[in-house]
C-alpha cells in the first residue's frame, strides 16, 4: 500500500512560482514511477509531469514544458514538482499519483494505482 499527500498549494499572482511537494509512504514507493496531474473546475484531470522511479526520465505536458519541474528525492520519499512564470491557466487542484509502471503514468495515463488527495493552486491575473 503506498499513501501519497501533497502539500505546497496556495495562491500566487501570475508570472509566480509555487514548489509543489508529494511525501510518500511505503515498503517500496521509491521503485515506483511518479507524476503529477490537475484538474480545473468543470474539467477533467489532465497529466502535467512524470519521472521514472531513478529520476533517469521525465516527461512533460506541452503546456507546462520549459516552465515546471519535477523532481524526486527517494531519501525523503518525496516528488516535486517547481512551477514557475504561473498563469491562470494553471489554476487547479493538483493531484500526485503513483505506479510502478512509468509508461502508465507518463503516456497512457489510465488505471494509475495510487492518488493523493491534491493540493489547491490559485494563479491570480
Known amino acids: 500500500q503506498v499513501q501519497l499527500v501533497e502539500s505546497g498549494g496556495g495562491l500566487v499572482q501570475a508570472g509566480g512560482s509555487l514548489r509543489l511537494s508529494c511525501a510518500a509512504s511505503g515498503r517500496t514507493v521509491s521503485t515506483y514511477a511518479m507524476g503529477w496531474f490537475r484538474q480545473a473546475p468543470g474539467r477533467e484531470r489532465e497529466f502535467v509531469a512524470a519521472i521514472t522511479s531513478r529520476s533517469g526520465s521525465t516527461n512533460y505536458a506541452g503546456s507546462v514544458k520549459g516552465r515546471f519541474i519535477i523532481s524526486r528525492d527517494n531519501a525523503k520519499n518525496t516528488v516535486y514538482l517547481q512551477m514557475n512564470s504561473l498563469k491562470p491557466e494553471d489554476t487547479a487542484v493538483y493531484y500526485c499519483?503513483?505506479?510502478?509502471?512509468?509508461?502508465?503514468?507518463?503516456?497512457?495515463?489510465?488505471?494509475?494505482?495510487?492518488w493523493g488527495k491534491g493540493t489547491l493552486v490559485t494563479v491570480s491575473s
Open positions: 499519483g503513483a505506479d510502478p509502471h512509468y509508461r502508465v503514468i507518463a503516456i497512457t495515463h489510465g488505471g494509475i494505482n495510487y
